[in-house]
């Protein structure tokens, strides 16, 4: 299984900026994928960003696109999502989710982005 733990999340002002980070512990070997998603009350969960744990490709939202960037470090199993120029439709809780060699997904349990002047 893997772990993930998110941080960094908080109220901003529209034009802010604010730095996500996911620390994955466990089978780590195991992640094919790492992604960052959102939901917000009322809305389904949305893919803003992920990276494919091989080759660094990644992928973004079309909503996020050129504002957000996803970054990870090896060595700490941590991934980065920068958020740049934000606005009150990035409101939602942020959450980072693996999939894994086997299929599986796992979830961390979010962290809250407030994005209000």
């Known amino acids: 299984q893997v772990q993930l733990a998110e941080s960094g999340g908080g109220l901003v002002q529209p034009g802010g900026s604010l730095r996500l980070s996911c620390v994955a512990s466990?089978?780590?070997?195991?992640?094919?994928?790492m992604n960052w998603f959102r939901q917000s009350p009322g809305k389904e969960r949305e893919v803003v960003a992920g990276?494919?744990?091989?080759?660094?490709?990644?992928h973004y939202g079309a909503s996020v696109q050129g504002r957000f960037t996803i970054s990870r470090d090896n060595a700490k199993n941590t991934v980065y999502l920068q958020m740049n120029d934000l606005k009150p439709e990035d409101t939602a809780t942020y959450y980072c989710?693996?999939?894994?060699?086997?299929?599986?997904?796992?979830w961390g349990q979010g962290t809250e982005v407030t994005v209000w002047s």
């Open positions: 989710g693996v999939r894994s060699i086997t299929h599986d997904d796992y």
């Open positions: 466990g089978n780590t070997d195991t992640i094919v994928t």
């Open positions: 990276v494919v744990w091989a080759n660094n490709i990644t």
